[in-house]
């Protein structure tokens, strides 16, 4: 079945400094989108990617999706404390024959940051 | 003021026990998703639902029940064949089943011992 890796699995910063998340997958995506989920809390929408090779920033993170739609990678500059939290890479894909959609969860990244 | 809730936020149970855990949207959304999430596991699907009357099994489906009665409300229930119950429990809804984000209450955290 479909995998979706997900790399770093943990990653500790000074507030700061950048930091970048990586997600692949093995069969090729219709879209792959991102959640933020602070401690304690529940998953949140961040953004969704679409096309081959598109770029999408918002304020200091920046969303990259691959031009053979499998992998994506999310970058974040200069961290900040409120940045605290695992990010989930989730690749969806089309399912032979019909029209649904499966969306598949990396095992995220645990991203702390030291103020 | 629109959104997904779960209830109760935290559950204990005896093991050998069923348990329902509770889900309701008022978002008007056709699906709804219930994952399963354990430390550094991320999130894997339990069951969905796209329409009333009507569901499906996801990657880890044994030992657990879903209803879809109401388009508001999928619950689910935790069976004593669940060989690893405690766990954190999400629930999501989109507004069809496809290409849109994910939802997701609050969660139940579920301990059985």
């Known amino acids: 079945g479909q995998q979706v890796m997900q790399i770093p699995q943990y990653q500790h910063v000074q507030e700061g400094e950048d930091f970048t998340t990586y997600c692949n997958s093995s069969?090729?995506?219709?879209?792959i989108q991102w959640y933020k989920q602070r401690p304690g809390g529940h998953p949140v929408f961040l953004i969704q990617?679409?096309?081959?090779?598109e770029v999408k920033k918002q304020k200091r993170l920046t969303f990259q999706f691959g031009e053979a739609k499998k992998n994506s990678s999310l970058h974040i500059t200069a961290t900040q404390t409120t940045d605290v939290g695992t990010y989930f890479c989730?690749?969806?894909?089309?399912?032979?024959?019909?029209?649904?959609?499966?969306?598949?969860f990396g095992k995220g990244t645990l991203l702390t940051v030291n103020p | 003021d629109g959104g997904i809730t779960q209830s109760p936020k935290y559950l204990f149970r005896k093991e050998g026990q069923n348990v329902t855990l509770s889900c309701e949207q008022n978002?008007?959304?056709?699906?709804m998703y219930w994952y399963r999430q354990d430390p550094g596991q991320g999130l894997r699907l339990i069951y969905y639902?796209?329409?009333?009357?009507?569901?499906q099994k996801g990657d880890i489906a044994e030992g657990y029940s879903v209803s879809r009665e109401k388009k508001e409300s999928f619950p689910l229930t935790v069976t004593s064949a669940q060989k690893n119950p405690t766990a954190f429990y999400l629930c999501?809804?989109?507004?069809?089943?496809?290409?849109?984000?994910?939802?997701f209450g609050p969660g139940t955290r579920l301990t059985v011992t």
């Open positions: 999501a809804s989109t507004n069809r089943t496809g290409e849109y984000e994910q939802y």
């Open positions: 989730a690749g969806q894909r089309l399912l032979w024959g019909g029209s649904n959609y499966k969306l598949t």
């Open positions: 639902s796209q329409i009333v009357n009507d569901f």
């Open positions: 069969t090729t995506l219709s879209n």
């Open positions: 978002l008007n959304h056709d699906a």
């Open positions: 990617l679409v096309k081959s090779g």
